[in-house]
């Protein structure tokens, strides 16, 4: 079983990147989440969870393990296989997922292509015990802390750009919020036009 890969980023884009590793290159699936937290970066080290089908060998990966504890919490549930989980973790951070479903939001877990009412309802049921005795809620808000430091004016007036221009809000906000972690003092012009690159 593979726990992790640690290497060179060969190849990155918002759904797959390719890591080499000792001259192997890995393609591994990724969430938005896990591409906004690799980007830009040489050396990667991404937990795997490895999908084993009679027609495929499928490699998912995570820039944290709470990450991945959370998608393997939602390939639990009947109905979702590992794309619908990764479509869901890429909507959603760790810390809004959790929330939502501790909270019962199913309108919001909704939102998310490919996700009804009843499937979104079948997660938090299946999930709200299993999140709240894991931990993984108090994990993700330590993590979404740092998003605090940010410039909260030109975050929103960013993200209000971004849903205006046709972007959903989840992905527009996370790559709002990594834009501004890494370039503190930019510019709204500036925020948007990355941002418009990242979605």
């Known amino acids: ?43 990667v080290k991404l937990f795997i969870y490895e999908a084993i089908r009679e027609d495929a060998y499928v490699l998912y990966g995570f820039s944290t393990k709470q990450e991945r504890e959370l998608f393997l919490l939602l390939i639990s549930v009947p109905g979702i296989g590992g794309n619908t989980a990764r479509m869901i973790l890429s909507a959603l951070s760790p810390r809004e997922l959790c929330n939502v479903i501790s909270t019962g939001n199913d309108k919001l877990l909704k939102t ?33 802390s740092l998003s605090h430091t940010v410039n909260t004016e030109i975050y929103e007036e960013a993200v209000a750009a971004l849903v205006m221009l046709g972007f959903a809000q989840a992905p527009s906000q996370k790559a709002v919020a990594s834009i501004l972690k890494a370039e503190p003092d930019a510019a709204v012009e500036r925020v948007i036009k990355l941002a418009l690159k990242m979605l």
């Open 112 to 144: 998310v292509k490919g996700i009804g009412l009843k499937t979104a309802q079948r997660i938090i049921v299946d999930l709200k015990d299993k999140i709240a005795s894991t931990g993984i809620e108090e994990e993700a808000s330590t993590v979404s």
């Open 1 to 43: 079983m593979i726990e992790y890969i640690k290497g060179e980023l060969a190849e990155a884009a918002p759904a797959f990147a390719v890591v080499d590793c000792n001259g192997v290159g890995y393609g591994i699936n990724i969430s938005l989440n896990t591409y906004s937290a690799i980007q830009g970066k040489k050396e």
